[in-house]
């Protein structure tokens, strides 16, 4: 069982940022791989970046690449999302997930955080 707790979501106007964390606790955490997700009201979820634990790479989503990026510190089980030059389409409940399924991608979530929100105002 992996436990999964976000935090740093807000209001931010457009162009802004925000560094959102997800701390990860249980059993064989080091062994999951870490995500972000995103779901807007009425849209379905959608996956948003990766981060292998091991070898550090990195997956983005085409619309956020050169804005956000994921980052991990392995010792204190913790995965960070840096999204810079906000826009008001960024605007929703984003998701950590964590995963043993190998490859990586397409990412499946076997552990969800409860979601931190995420506003940007035009």
Not at 99 to 115: A, E, K, L, S, V
Request: hydrophobic residues 35%; aromatic residues 12%; contains cysteine.
């Amino acid at each position: 069982q992996v436990q999964l707790v976000e935090s740093g979501g807000g209001l931010v106007q457009a162009g802004g940022s925000l560094r959102l964390s997800c701390a990860a606790s249980g059993r064989a955490v080091s062994t999951y791989n870490m995500g972000w997700f995103r779901q807007a009201p009425g849209k379905e979820r959608e996956f948003v970046a990766a981060i292998s634990w091991t070898g550090g790479t990195r997956y983005y989503r085409d619309s956020v690449k050169g804005r956000f990026t994921i980052s991990g510190d392995i010792a204190k089980f913790t995965v960070f999302l840096q999204m810079n030059s906000l826009k008001p389409e960024d605007t929703a409940v984003y998701l950590c997930a964590a995963t043993r399924t190998r490859p990586i991608m397409p990412f499946r979530g076997d552990y969800w955080g409860q979601g931190t929100q995420v506003t940007v105002s035009s």
